[in-house]
């Protein structure tokens, strides 16, 4: 088997897991609060929008960052999303100051949440009145790419808010979608080992005399 083949045959079953191993994730917790951990941006792997409209959002969202304007972008598409927190799904403003919570002790900066319903935007220790202000004059488009549209408006707005201009942004390179999907994977697969690892040890005190 040639190099190029069984790099092939690799990525080939990388993606089939990562599409296990997320569904995994999902009903363990909230996939969002482990991939924004180290990435400034979720998006659902299932979330079908063209790749270009993606490195577009990542592409604004890496240059505010770069400039000062620290921001993280959680997509959520369906409730299956939220993982073991549906009773949050359509109400992002409640789940976007539950993310910032679960992710206090890592990051403490600005959270974005997009959903059908419309926008959640959390900041450790601020007020989130002005931004509000900013995100109610922005609607959520229907369909596949309302979603990453509207957070592309509504980061390059907050942005320009707070004096940052990201408007023309490049977009993120062509690389970018693999990486994504090879980080979601990344994360799946540390949120079902962390399950895995609380299930022994659960099981193992309960066997204890």
Do not use: C
Not at 119 to 138: M, T
Not at 155 to 177: C, H, K, M, N
């Amino acid at each position: 088997m040639t190099r190029p083949v069984r790099l092939a045959v690799l990525l080939g079953a990388a993606v089939l897991a990562a599409g296990s191993l997320a569904v995994a994730a999902r009903a363990d917790g909230d996939p969002a609060s482990d991939f924004l951990l180290t990435q400034q941006i979720f998006v659902p792997f299932d979330v079908k929008v063209p790749a270009e409209k993606q490195r577009r959002l990542a592409g604004v969202v890496a240059a505010a960052n770069r400039k000062g304007f620290q921001i993280r972008v959680a997509l959520i598409a369906s409730p299956y999303d939220l993982g073991s927190v549906t009773p949050l799904w359509g109400k992002p403003r409640p789940y976007a100051r539950f993310l910032g919570e679960e992710l206090r002790y890592v990051y403490k900066q600005r959270l974005l949440i997009v959903m059908p319903s419309g926008f959640g935007f959390h900041r450790l220790g601020h007020s989130s009145k002005a931004e509000y202000a900013v995100l109610a004059r922005i609607p959520v488009p229907s369909g596949r790419d309302g979603l990453v549209d509207a957070a592309t408006t509504a980061v390059q707005r907050l942005a320009a808010a707070g004096g940052v201009d990201v408007a023309g942004a490049a977009p993120a390179a062509t690389s970018s979608r693999t990486r994504v999907r090879l980080v979601i994977l990344a994360a799946a697969l540390a949120a079902l080992l962390l399950a895995l690892g609380a299930r022994h040890l659960l099981r193992r005190r309960s066997r204890r005399p």
